[in-house]
């Protein structure tokens, strides 16, 4: 028989977990939003799902509680961003956060030339990181050698973008651009391609990330009052196994399972996945990947049901 419940206990709150889809404000990095976070959530354990430069607003999702597992299923989502290129200086950070390197007259560059310029940095390209970036080369992240002064050789990496809209601004030499693309790109890159493309140079500014995946600014919400979404919205792109209450236990034990079992077609399964598993209320139960060495089998990647 169970002892009475304390005052302590009766008092204590469940600690809060789910997704929080934050609008960012300027000048802010994401771990400032994450460690602002903390103390608005009332708990330690929060991550991002992308990083989002400081001069840059909008979309930054986090995870909160048991939903920071769930982080890296949302990093590789797309990206949508809205910003301005501006043709005729190039600077040191690629955006209007840093110092002008060079300048150039482009005064006669037209709107057409730009738009079929643009066009050139559509599908799958290239990209060299930004030496104010956080990829790591040789164990140091970029934008900390670029702090002392220095610079690396970078090499490129592959990366899609699937939209790359300019239009003229009210602004002369100034285009506002539309970019959905990948996780990785770089649409300060972007921007300083794009004048070079042209034959002078170019940089970015005003910046703001539309969208991660579906997660949009329609449901974004300021940083001192977060709204937390469930974890199953973790996968909202992603089609859902919903299990009845017999197999949630055996997902709750994290037992390998036929594939069939959880209504998956076995064939293919080798590159599939992730599979979110819910159970019959809705509740993220657990996450299921291939099981390499048994066809037609498959196993989980996480488990987040507690076992009966």
Do not use: N
């Not at 209007?96 to 050139?120: C, I």
């Not at 600014?217 to 469930?230: G, T």
């Amino acid at each position: 028989m169970e002892g009475p419940i304390s005052e302590r206990q009766a008092s204590e709150k469940p600690a809060p977990e789910g997704l929080a889809v934050i609008d960012k404000e300027a000048g802010w990095t994401s771990h400032d939003v994450v460690a602002k976070s903390r103390g608005v959530l009332g708990t330690r354990k929060i991550g991002h799902s992308g990083t989002l430069d400081p001069d840059a607003t909008g979309v930054l999702v986090l995870g909160v509680g048991r939903a920071t597992r769930l982080l890296r299923f949302l990093t590789a989502l797309g990206k949508e961003y809205t910003g301005q290129v501006v043709l005729g200086a190039s600077t040191s950070t690629l955006d209007s956060s840093g110092d002008v390197t060079a300048t150039f007259d482009m005064a006669t560059v037209t709107s057409a030339e730009v738009a079929e310029a643009a066009t050139r940095f559509v599908g799958d390209i290239e990209q060299i990181p930004p030496m104010v970036s956080a990829v790591k080369v040789g164990g140091r992240r970029l934008h900390e050698i670029a702090r002392e002064g220095g610079e690396v050789e970078r090499a490129p990496r592959p990366v899609t973008v699937h939209r790359f809209d300019v239009t003229p601004a009210d602004e002369p030499g100034v285009y506002d651009v539309v970019v959905t693309c990948s996780s990785g790109t770089y649409v300060r890159t972007l921007a300083a391609d794009l004048g070079e493309a042209l034959g002078g140079g170019a940089h970015l500014r005003k910046l703001r990330r539309t969208a991660v995946g579906s997660f949009t600014l329609a449901e974004a919400h300021p940083l001192e009052s977060p709204v937390l979404l469930p974890m199953a919205e973790a996968f909202r792109d992603l089609p859902a196994v919903v299990v009845d209450e017999a197999t949630a236990v055996d997902i709750s034990y994290g037992r390998p399972m036929d594939a069939e079992t959880l209504g998956l077609d076995p064939v293919g399964l080798d590159v599939g996945g992730p599979w979110p598993v819910l159970g019959p209320d809705g509740s993220l139960l657990a996450v299921y990947g291939p099981h390499g060495d048994r066809p037609g089998r498959v196993k989980p990647v996480m488990v987040l049901a507690p076992a009966p």
